[in-house]
């Protein structure tokens, strides 16, 4: 029998309520992390405790007769990033929080996202979504969003399957992780997918690699604390 946790169990509840939400427009605004370059620079940062989400601020004033939702970036919620907005802050400005549920749930009951420059964007718009961005990232200006910011470079309108053409085929170098050698992403996609596999189907295996990412986790965490972050 499946076991679910109380959190998923509410988390998914929410999500059919919020699903039901169908006379409004439903809002996805994807956490941030506060380190990044593209938060530390902006303005907005300077100005209040939920500063640190623009898209937040914008929503909130575009979208005043839709249905806000707020999801924590997931590095913060672990602890390993920082980025945390307190729920009473958040709930000004949102009407609901999810933290359980995966971005692909989420993204599924959205008509719109907005972003910074957060690569939830780049999912949204392959998803067939309505993306606002208030930074610059590389799927923006490009005439598929709608854009706070522009670009003296972007001159050119691009369709969707040419950004991903770009994003996923010809901008990135990839590297057999067999023989270490360049390789074409559907190599690398084969290698993925068996590591899936293996992950899945061998219980040993499974436990190794849990057992090493969470030794990881607890050294990064040790760094964090020994250097005072």
């Known amino acids: 029998m499946l076991r679910m946790s109380g959190n998923i169990i509410l988390t998914l509840v929410l999500l059919s309520a919020v699903y039901t939400v169908k006379k409004q427009r439903r809002t996805f605004i994807a956490g941030l992390i506060l380190c990044i370059p593209s938060v530390v620079t902006s303005w907005m940062y300077l100005i209040s405790p939920m500063a640190i989400h623009p898209a937040v601020h914008s929503a909130a004033t575009m979208v005043f007769d839709g249905y806000i ?6 590095d913060v919620l672990a602890g390993n990033r920082k980025g945390h907005i307190e729920e009473s802050i958040a709930l000004k400005y949102c009407n609901t929080i999810i933290k359980e549920a995966s971005l692909d749930s989420v993204l599924e009951l959205s008509d719109e996202v907005h972003t910074m420059t957060s690569l939830v964007g ?3 718009l392959i998803r067939g979504k309505k993306v606002y ?4 990232p590389f799927y923006a200006a490009w005439g598929l969003t709608v854009d706070e910011k522009t670009c003296a470079r972007r001159t050119v309108s691009r369709t969707l399957d040419e950004l991903i053409a770009a994003a996923f085929i010809l901008y990135p170098r990839y590297i057999d992780p067999v023989t270490n050698e360049l390789c074409e992403v559907e190599v690398l996609l084969r ?22 990412n969470m030794i990881l986790r607890k050294i990064q965490l040790l760094i964090k604390v020994i250097l005072g972050e």
């Open 133 to 136: 961005t208030y930074g610059l």
């Open 69 to 74: 939702i707020y999801k924590p970036h997931p």
């Open 122 to 124: 780049f999912e949204a």
């Open 191 to 212: 290698e993925i997918d068996k590591e899936k596999n293996r992950y899945n189907s061998d219980k040993f295996y499974k436990l190794r690699i849990d057992g090493r």
